[in-house]
Each structure stands twice: as structure tokens, then as C-alpha cells.
T-cell receptor, first 112, second 117 residues
Framework: DAKTTQPPSMDCAEGRAANLPCNHSTISGNEYVYWYRQIHSQGPQYIIHGLKNNETNEMASLIITEDRKSSTLILPHATLRDTAVYYCIVRVGSGGSYIPTFGRGTSLIVHP | GAVVSQHPSWVICKSGTSVKIECRSLDFQATTMFWYRQFPKQSLMLMATSNEGSKATYEQGVEKDKFLINHASLTLSTLTVTSAHPEDSSFYIC?????????????FGPGTRLLVL
């Protein structure tokens, strides 16, 4: 699996957009970019994933650069409840057979 | 999205006893489930892959005789920590996915916090 690099921590004001970067310069053509988050003392929560195109759902937007070597997760209007550790993972997407391998992630703190 | 449950959510036990943790996929079938362990201020570490109807696959450094995994049905996997010791105290999390309607992703349980005294 391609390795990912994320800043260890970020902070954001409530109501503003939170932009979380991820570098995955060794990503291969069939690897997807996944984002999860883990709120303190809970299991990870799936946020979004993509292959090439930008993606958007009710939680967030995922922007993948044209060369696919980096991506950005955007929380458009961050709330205090978005405070969590955010993990960027790249893996071949093959249904249930892929295994998320977690790095250290980015600890996002949303402040009032 | 798909729902994965774990039971119990937390457990306190004496050193030397065994503890069983259940992981269930509530609205989909999962031929494969994964077990993770997370120590304070650290990331999740994969312990083993649980395969329905066959033996689990353990990651390097994880003792298969200490962490017994049983995946008896398509919706249930259990992790038994045998002869637990204080160093086994951790947050144990399972995941499952890939079934019909889940898309290309894994869903995680809420975790089980184990404290061994």
C-alpha cells in the first residue's frame, strides 16, 4: 500500500472550512484514497473515498490532485463535534477484502 | 451506512481471567472482519483478520493462542483474550465491510475498552 503523510495537528474556528491535506506520492493507479475519522474513545467513522475525481457527500468533500499524489479533505463548515483524528488511507479498493492500515493521522481541533 | 456493533462496550476483569468480545454486522453479511487494538494516544494497529469458516490470520507479533478469534457466522466474529494481564488493557475495535450495499469501504464497531486489574 502507498504510504501517506499528514500533518500531526491542525486547528480551525467553528463555522469555517477545515482543509486537511494528505500526501500519497507513491499511490498507484488502482489505489483509492479513503478518509476516516475517530472521535475520542469511539471507533473510526468512514467519511469519504475517491479514485480520481473529486467527491462530495453530506459530510465532506474530497479533492484529489490531477497527478493523484495528494488530496485534501474539506469540512465546509466545521463544528465542535468535528474535533477528531482524521486518517487518510490509500488502498486497492476491492470490497471487503481491503484492510485499512492506519497511520498517525491529523488531530483536528475545532475551537469556538 | 452499514452498522457494526460490539459487545461489551467496556469490561474490567482480574488478571488471569479470559474476556470475550463480540463483533456483529447488523445489516449485512461479512465473510471477513478485522480486529484492531489501540493504546492511548496511538493509532489503530491491526491484530488479525477473521475469516468466516476458517482460521484467522494474525499479524506479526500477535499471539494466536492468547487472542482467540472465532468467526462462526457471516455476521459474528468473537475475540477472546485469554489469561488477560494488565498489559492487555487497551481499546479493541473490529471492522467489517464489502457486503452488499456497503460499497468499497470498511465499517467499524464502536470499540470495547478492556481494563485488566
Amino acid at each position: 500500500d502507498a504510504k501517506t503523510t499528514q500533518p500531526p495537528s491542525m486547528d480551525c474556528a467553528e463555522g469555517r472550512a477545515a482543509n486537511l491535506p494528505c500526501n500519497h506520492s507513491t499511490i498507484s493507479g488502482n489505489e483509492y484514497v479513503y478518509w476516516y475519522r475517530q472521535i475520542h474513545s469511539q471507533g473510526p467513522q468512514y467519511i469519504i473515498h475517491g479514485l480520481k475525481n473529486n467527491e462530495t457527500n453530506e459530510m465532506a468533500s474530497l479533492i484529489i490532485t490531477e497527478d493523484r499524489k495528494s488530496s485534501t479533505l474539506i469540512l465546509p463548515h466545521a463544528t465542535l463535534r468535528d474535533t477528531a483524528v482524521y486518517y487518510c488511507i490509500v488502498r486497492v479498493g476491492s470490497g471487503g477484502s481491503y484492510i485499512p492500515t492506519f497511520g498517525r493521522g491529523t488531530s483536528l481541533i475545532v475551537h469556538p | 451506512g452499514a452498522v457494526v456493533s460490539q459487545h461489551p462496550s467496556w469490561v474490567i476483569c482480574k488478571s488471569g481471567t479470559s474476556v470475550k468480545i463480540e463483533c456483529r454486522s447488523l445489516d449485512f453479511q461479512a465473510t471477513t472482519m478485522f480486529w484492531y487494538r489501540q493504546f492511548p494516544k496511538q493509532s489503530l494497529m491491526l491484530m488479525a483478520t477473521s475469516n468466516e469458516g476458517s482460521k484467522a490470520t494474525y499479524e506479526q507479533g500477535v499471539e494466536k493462542d492468547k487472542f482467540l478469534i472465532n468467526h462462526a457466522s457471516l455476521t459474528l466474529s468473537t475475540l477472546t483474550v485469554t489469561s488477560a494481564h494488565p498489559e492487555d488493557s487497551s481499546f479493541y475495535i473490529c471492522s467489517a465491510g464489502g457486503g452488499a450495499g456497503t460499497g468499497k469501504t470498511q465499517y467499524f464497531g464502536p470499540g470495547t475498552r478492556l481494563l485488566v486489574l
